[in-house]
């Protein structure tokens, strides 16, 4: 499957940006889909992640009750609303797939490229 993501931007703190992965190439429900993201001089750290059917979801604390990850498996894309963004969610982000159940990890097998969020304070 290939992955790719959209909708990063610049943003001031408080604000809010919707992310986009679009996947090709796979029977897509097959996929949990997470969000991952990396700061300059840090490692990769989990985000959020939807399964296949779109019924379970996990965040990160660092998420919790501001980031909305969903699915519309009609359109093969998965997305993660971000709301109330700070400073420290400047990162690229990124989103991968994996077959079968959704994992709190980095251990995803399909990986797209990265879409830069910047939140000013």
């Known amino acids: 499957v290939q992955l790719q993501a959209s909708g990063g931007g610049l943003v001031q703190a408080g604000g809010s940006l919707r992310l986009s992965c679009a996947a090709s190439?796979?029977?897509?429900?097959?996929?949990?889909v997470g969000w991952f993201r990396q700061a300059p001089g840090k490692e990769r750290e989990f985000v959020a992640t939807?399964?296949?059917?779109?019924?379970?979801?996990r965040y990160a604390d660092s998420g919790e009750g501001r980031f909305t990850i969903s699915r519309d498996n009609t359109k093969n894309t998965v997305y993660l609303q971000m709301n109330s963004l700070k400073p420290e969610d400047t990162a690229l982000y990124y989103c991968?797939?994996?077959?079968?159940?959704?994992?709190?990890?980095?251990?995803?097998?399909?990986w797209g490229q990265g879409t830069l969020v910047t939140v000013s304070s």
């Open positions: 939807i399964s296949g059917s779109g019924r379970t979801t």
């Open positions: 190439g796979g029977r897509f429900t097959s996929y949990a």
């Open positions: 991968a797939a994996r077959e079968g159940a959704t994992r709190a990890s980095i251990e995803y097998d399909y």
